[in-house]
């Protein structure tokens, strides 16, 4: 008899072959269940060694940031928040950083958290020029630019996101020609960059965009733009050409008269005026009223009057309110309200009516004081509610 010895390939390649040979006499059912259960292990392999390896990355990276944390985090804050300002080269030199560095992505990654801690803790001490060339000199503004490169939609969103987070300046065109991306994440992103570091038409998109839906979340973002503008003498957009914008958005009209009011663009109400002449939309409206009564803008008074007669309960209430706010001591304003106060069947209006009497000069507590004298029982609670700040509910109404 004669004996064979494998070795090398050969010897796996019978040992492979017997367990094919095997496997192919086995049942139909039987060989099914094996290889359920040997692609079952293998995933689940797979997976335990994916997470493992995920997590070592996790820890490698929680470990630099922990060392770049320690490195430069203190200087980082010492010369952001310096009144003294700093060029460039002085800078690097005082975080130790190489004339020739290169910031790799994983390094750069790793700094963003840091730098986004310290915008957020010390955002209101920081100058701005020296933040700037902080980051200037960790190469983050190249970082983003080969960000907003990519073909991932993911990456690009992100790095918008972290340079609003880390008040980064990038290039304006960069994020312009997302404007009208298909995608919306991307599209709104781009749009709030550009709103917030933009200089020749920062708020384009809002004026071009013909299927413009302005959310609750957009007004909020916006007015934080605007707010962050103003703060940095930047130029700040004309709002009322957003309110003749065309089409016609009402919400985005309503948002520039509350910003009007709100940033006291006192030169603004004149065509404030002439828009309520025109109105007939209700939320518009009182939008309008609320602007010419913060900015005292007295002329406003006989439209207020005017439109009585035609508004609704809302905006009535809206009426007394801004008459109130303004005060001008005119007679015919303290007519207006008495007549408002015994015109209405609701209590609600009659009590803002009668508090906007009561602080409205001389003559307004004298008209309040007559009507006191005239109150029947069953109206006389109104007066009592309006003398005691604790049960003045006409506040909250």
Known sequence: MEYYTLDGLEYWKYYIMLLYYR???????????????????????????????????????????????????????ELATMEEILDLPTITDELGIPKNFRMKNRTTGCM??????????????????????????FKIPSYFEMMMRSRNTAKRVK???????????????????????????????????VARFGTSYPFKALEEDSNLLFTDEMMVNFHNILV?????????????????RTPVNE?????????????????????????????????FAIALIKALGELEYIPAESEFRHRYAMASFAERQALADALGVMNSGNPEVVNYLIYDYEGSTDFVSKMKALRVL????????????????????????LFEHIECNLLDSSKYA
């Open 23 to 77: 496997f192919g006499e086995m049942p139909p059912i039987i060989r099914i269940i094996a290889l359920f259960t040997t692609a079952c292990i293998i995933t689940f392999l797979l997976l335990v060694l994916g997470n493992f390896i995920k997590s070592q990355k996790a820890a490698r990276r929680i470990h630099r940031i922990q060392v770049y944390d320690e490195k430069y985090k203190k200087k980082i804050i």
């Open 112 to 137: 963003i958290p840091i730098l986004i801690t310290v915008q957020r803790t010390h955002k209101e001490e920081i100058n701005r020029t020296n933040w700037q060339r902080v980051l200037q000199a």
């Open 159 to 193: 790095a918008l996101k972290n340079i609003a987070d880390m008040d980064a300046d990038l290039k304006e065109a960069v994020a312009s020609r997302h404007l009208f991306a298909k995608d919306e994440k991307m599209r709104m992103n781009a749009r709030f960059h």
């Open 228 to 244: 962050y503008r103003n703060q940095n003498n930047m130029s700040m957009p004309n709002f009322i050409r957003w309110c003749n």
């Open 251 to 283: 919400e985005l009209r309503i948002f520039a008269v509350n910003e009007i009011r709100l940033f006291k663009r006192y030169d603004d109400c004149p065509e404030l005026l002439s828009m309520l002449k025109d109105c007939r939309d209700e939320r």
């Open 358 to 381: 009561h602080n409205y000069g001389r003559r307004g507590r004298d008209a309040y004081n007559k009507l006191k004298a005239e109150a029947t029982p069953a109206t006389k609670i």
